[in-house]
């Protein structure tokens, strides 16, 4: 069994709508059937007992080995803690070959599951040993390196509740919530809008205290200290036991509480000095340590949170009595988990020598011995759910206190007996201001209940209850994508939105290109929804970009499927078959919102038939208005859109909209069906887009289909009195659709310049010449700067093949070069003629005819 071109699929794809691992598997004949390996169900089960049923119940297909690797790959992460359970195993057209795809949470826990799952099987096969618990451990480990720690974890949860899209920006804690103007970005629990000059006054713990004390928060009294003698004179100020921490830190580091002495003092000013050479000297107030979080205006959660701590048995020693305590699931290394393993470190081991203990002393049945002066979680600490008790009075200080300092999210540090009542009655105060705060203590308290602060927290964010989201229409088909996706945009445009376009030329934000090249896929669609400028999206989503990641985006409010035809492409990425594109290109029609649109090609039956995948609505279009599809719908009361005469009708029930083809100057007053066609789609999404019919109308007679507009897309020039056409199309459907536009121009002589794409099948590339072999009476044929994988002369002679027999053709030519046979093309026209010139360099060609036409 060998693995190969493991590809990771990021959004939703041809399998599923989960994010998944695709692999391509081949099996010899006797791995076709596991059962042909004698003993290796038996020896994989040994070493993995967990694996669950190979062979479905009541189905009697073979198993394959790549089927056995699905399901261990899909096992292991799951019993990892991967919240997974989508895999699939599909046989190719090639004997042995399969495409195997397993669902992951994480991407790099997906793949490091995929070589574990493939070590798994073949030390079965082999029968040599497997570490199964180490093989679990590296998949766990690697998953909490990786995924979103538990504060922007919910944060995240709760957004996915609301329906807002996220992106990971980083490998951090770096998120971006909604697409492009709409959206929004967090990291942990801090947002983009907590000002750097906020944060830095919470992480100045002397500043806060100054703001806090002008505002009439209670706050302890102290102040920095120069050295450890400064530190005595503060302590004989105050005159009572002190805190003596680092002016700028966080998480309790260098904390030291209740100092009392000099020789404690001197002890807890060296430990503060190992984190900041600034420290502080301030009051210690008695009572219990409090954390209350502050959102926007309100506290929404407030936890106590106790030092951590052993209570003694009268048999094991302290250091038995932590690993106890540190074996309970909630507590891990870092902050993955609710709690984090008690440290026997160097301040806990101090704390002990304060109360004449040791790491080895057996303290007495039911003592507690504390191990740390600060509370924090992150050293140890447990918390308890205090949030039903809080005063008002100490939440409004709360609030005072993060509003004073400038945090939309606070977590407010106080000390006092009691949160039951205010905080002047009992000597309470606040002692600290923290940005970014941890949320764990919250979402998941060691005692109590727990609170859903990722939500307060992304209602923050979107107050308004909008989910993030501009508009998005994905357009996909063999032809017409790219003029759709443009005019699509326009029309977007004239209606004020500023708007994102990506297609095979490149990416443009309001008409301005930040991208050239092929940029029909999720990558450039991903910039676009990146882009804050952006307040609507239109995508060319070619088949290519679905099958190597998926699509950008979880779902769209348009799909358009132009077409199928014959198909494109086709023998690539084991996609053999029109049916099989038809399924690459309904991945966007499955992925439609539930409120959203489909627009399909009435008479195209593939493209017709993908209704029944949609989860929302579906807008038809045909050139004929009596097509039994659109005869059925218009009696039922649905939106169409068709030719009537001499203009495009958008109909719904008795609402019937027409538009004249005078008013839209890419169908040529109908004279070009395909450019009918694409109006008729762009017409379709804009209405489902609630685009008002003037601005519709607007966009349809102001979008030119020049060079410069849509270039290569049946561009016109006028040459010496004769018409040229530049167009990109390079298959059989693009081809007839041409060839019947140009049936309807007047022309003395025609003339065709032509190449072939070498990664088309042999049958394609013969078709297209088949063709225009019927409509021209000259045909020039030169060959591509880029073979494609083809040898020199190959295409050509595919392309001459394909003329054999031709009845209309005259004269053929074979060119070396496409600049040069555009050269000889043009210097042979007569005013009258019309020359179609198939172009392989877009821009370079386009640039060339037009400095030609100039030259004139």
Same mark, same amino acid.
């Given at each position: ?6 590809r ?8 599923? #709508?989960?994010t998944?691992i ?13 059962d ?7 020896r ?16 009697s ?8 690797l ?16 989508? =895999?699939?195993?599909t ?15 994480e991407e ?5 599951a995929f ?17 199964l618990a180490?093989?679990?451990a ?19 949860? !709760? ?7 996220? +992106?990971?920006l980083?490998?951090?804690?770096l998120?971006?919530?909604?697409w492009?103007s %709409?959206q929004?970005r ?6 983009d ?13 002397e ?12 706050v302890? #009294?102290?102040?920095s200290?120069?050295?450890i ?6 302590m004989?100020?105050i005159?009572?036991?002190?805190v ?20 404690q003092?001197?002890?807890?000013y060296?430990t ?15 009572g ?8 926007g205006?309100k ?12 209570i003694?048995?009268?048999v ?30 160097d301040?806990?081991?101090g ?15 039911g003592?507690?011995?504390?191990l740390?002066n ?10 308890t759910?205090?949030?039903d008790?809080?005063?008002p ?22 000390v006092?007996d009691?949160?039951l ?22 979402? =998941? ?19 308004d209850g ?11 088909? $063999?032809?017409?994508?790219t003029t ?20 095979s ?6 008409g ?13 669609? +991903?910039?676009i ?17 679905i ?11 348009v ?5 199928i ?11 053999t $078959?029109v ?12 992925n ?8 399909l ?8 038939s ?16 009596k ?25 719904q029930?008795?609402?019937?909209i027409?538009?004249?083809? =005078? ?8 004279k070009? #069906? ?10 379709a ?8 019919w ?5 966009g349809?007679? =102001? ?9 290569g ?17 390079h298959?059989p ?10 049936e ?5 002589? +025609?003339?065709?310049v032509i ?12 078709s297209?010449t ?24 190959e ?10 027999g ?9 060119i070396?070069?496409?600049?040069v046979a ?7 026209? %007569? ?18 005819? !037009?400095?030609?036409?100039a030259?004139?």
């Amino acid at each position: 069994m060998e693995v190969s071109r493991i590809r990771a699929l990021r959004g939703p794809n041809l399998w599923s #709508r989960h994010t998944s691992i695709e692999a391509i598997v081949s099996c010899t004949p006797e791995e076709r059937s596991i059962d042909q390996i004698p003993g290796f169900e038996t020896r994989l089960r040994a070493r993995f007992p967990e694996l669950g049923l190979l062979h479905p119940t009541g189905h009697s297909e073979n198993i394959s080995l790549a089927h056995a690797l699905e399901f261990t790959a899909l096992g292991l992460q799951a019993q990892a803690g991967c919240p997974v359970t989508f =895999s699939r195993t599909t046989a190719t057209v090639e004997p042995g070959i399969y495409q195997v795809t397993v669902e992951y949470s994480e991407e790099a826990v997906g793949r490091l599951a995929f070589e574990l799952a493939l070590a798994l099987c073949q030390s079965a096969i082999a029968d040599t040993a497997f570490e199964l618990a180490d093989a679990l451990a590296q998949l766990r480990d690697l998953d909490e390196d990786v995924r979103l720690g538990p504060s922007t974890g919910s944060i995240v949860e !709760a957004a996915i509740v609301r329906n807002i899209p996220y +992106r990971r920006l980083t490998d951090g804690s770096l998120v971006q919530f909604g697409w492009g103007s %709409q959206q929004r970005r967090i990291q942990a629990a801090e947002t983009d809008l907590s000002s750097a000059i906020s944060e830095a006054i919470a992480q100045d713990k002397e500043l806060t205290k100054k703001l806090l004390d002008a505002a009439g928060v209670p706050v302890p #009294r102290g102040r920095s200290v120069e050295d450890i003698d400064d530190a005595w004179v503060a302590m004989q100020e105050i005159a009572g036991p002190v805190v003596v921490k680092p002016r700028d830190g966080n998480q309790g580091k260098g904390v030291t509480v209740n100092v009392t002495t000099r020789e404690q003092l001197n002890a807890a000013y060296a430990t503060a000095a190992e984190f900041r050479d600034d420290v502080m000297i301030e009051s210690y107030l008695p009572g219990s340590d409090y954390r209350l979080l502050v959102v926007g205006s309100k506290v929404v959660a407030a936890a106590r949170r106790d030092p951590p701590s052993v209570i003694g048995d009268g048999v094991h020693t302290i250091r038995q009595l932590v690993d106890q305590v540190n074996t309970d699931p909630r507590r891990s290394s870092g902050h993955a988990t609710s709690l984090t393993k008690i440290r026997l470190d160097d301040i806990a081991l101090g704390r002990l020598a304060l109360q004449d203990l040791t790491a080895d002393s057996v303290p007495p049945k039911g003592k507690r011995v504390i191990l740390r002066n600060n509370a924090n979680l992150s050293t140890g600490g447990s918390a308890t759910d205090v949030t039903d008790d809080v005063h008002p009075e100490v939440a409004a200080r709360a609030v005072a206190a993060a509003q004073m300092v400038g945090l939309d999210i606070c977590g407010v540090d106080v000390v006092c007996d009691s949160v039951l009542k205010p905080l002047e009655e009992q000597s309470g105060g606040i002692v600290e201001c923290n940005a970014a705060p941890g949320l764990r203590m919250h979402l =998941s308290p060691s005692f109590g209940k727990g609170r859903n602060v990722g939500k307060a927290i992304v209602n923050l964010v979107y107050p308004d209850g909008s989910d993030g989201r501009i508009p998005v229409v994905a357009v996909a088909g $063999t032809n017409g994508k790219t003029t759709t996706v443009r005019l699509t945009a326009h029309i977007l445009g004239t209606s004020g939105k500023r708007v994102g376009m990506t297609n095979s030329d490149g990416v443009y934000v309001e008409g301005r290109c930040i991208d050239t090249g092929d940029c029909s896929g999720p990558r450039s669609a +991903r910039n676009i929804l990146m882009h804050p400028d952006v307040d609507a999206a239109v995508f060319e989503t070619a088949r290519g970009g679905i099958l190597r990641e998926g699509l950008a985006f979880d779902r769209c409010d348009v799909a358009v499927v132009t077409n199928i035809g014959m198909g494109d492409h086709l023998g690539l990425n084991y996609i053999t $078959t029109v049916e099989d594109l038809a399924v690459v290109k309904r991945v966007i029609v499955e992925n439609v919102a539930p409120d959203g649109t489909a627009v399909l090609n009435a008479e195209d039956p593939n493209v017709a038939s993908m209704a029944s995948v949609c989860p929302g609505s579906v807008t038809f279009f045909a050139f004929d208005a009596k097509h039994p599809i659109l005869s059925t719908r218009r009696a039922q009361g649905l939106r169409v859109v068709y030719v009537e005469k001499d203009a495009i009708v958008a109909a719904q029930g008795a609402q019937r909209i027409v538009i004249p083809f =005078s008013g839209i100057p890419i169908t040529r007053d109908g004279k070009i #069906r395909f450019q009918v066609e694409n109006a008729m789609a762009a017409i379709a999404a804009t209405w489902a887009l609630g685009i008002p019919w003037d601005t519709i109308r607007q966009g349809l007679a =102001s979008f030119v289909n020049d060079a410069a507009t849509a270039p290569g897309r049946f561009n016109f020039f006028d040459y010496r009195g004769a018409t040229v056409i530049a167009d990109y199309g390079h298959n059989p459907d693009a081809i007839i659709a041409l060839v019947k536009a140009i049936e309807n121009l007047p022309a003395k002589r +025609r003339s065709v310049v032509i190449s072939g794409a070498g990664d088309r099948r042999d049958e394609d590339i013969r078709s297209q010449t088949r063709i225009l072999g019927e409509a021209f009476d000259d045909v020039i044929l030169y060959q591509d700067a880029c073979q494609r994988g083809r040898a020199d002369g190959e295409v050509l002679g595919l392309l001459r093949e394909g003329l054999a027999g031709a009845n209309r053709v005259k004269a053929v030519d074979e060119i070396r070069g496409e600049f040069v046979a555009i050269d000889s093309a043009l210097g042979r026209l %007569q005013p009258g003629d019309l020359c179609l010139i198939l172009i392989d360099q877009v821009e370079e060609a386009l640039a060339h005819i !037009a400095k030609r036409v100039a030259e004139v």
